[in-house]
Nanobody, 117 residues
Framework: QVNLVESGGGLVQPGGSLKLSCARS????????TGWYRQAPGKQRELVAT???????TYADSVKGRFTISRDNAKNTMYLQMNSLKPEDTAVYYC???????????WGQGTQVTVSS
């Protein structure tokens, strides 16, 4: 079992920045993909960015050039630096972990990001 705890959400003005963190309860020793998804009211959950245990990142087109995903394996923590935020970035952001060896997917509880003036 792995627990994921997100933090760093909040209210920010358009053009502002936020940094989300996802703390993992334990180290993963096999290949994994971890990332961020978001869900706005009335919409389906969508992928924002992922990064593998080999440090290969991927981004949704809507956030390319504005968001940066990274991880600190020593701290069992993943980050999402969000710059140039737009009102359409408003959503609940969820941390996800997919462990290849077990085929198990874990989710955090979500953190609210609101971009508004």
């Amino acid at each position: 079992q792995v627990n994921l705890v997100e933090s760093g959400g909040g209210l920010v003005q358009p053009g502002g920045s936020l940094k989300l963190s996802c703390a993992r309860s334990r180290r993963i020793f096999s290949f994994y993909t971890t990332g961020w998804y978001r869900q706005a009211p009335g919409k389906q959950r969508e992928l924002v960015a992922t990064i593998t245990s080999l440090d290969k990142p991927t981004y949704a087109d809507s956030v390319k050039g504005r968001f940066t995903i990274s991880r600190d394996n020593a701290k069992n923590t993943m980050y999402l630096q969000m710059n140039s935020l737009k009102p359409e970035d408003t959503a609940v952001y969820y941390c996800n972990l997919d462990v290849a060896s077990s085929g198990t997917s874990y989710w955090g509880q979500g953190t609210q990001v609101t971009v508004s003036s």
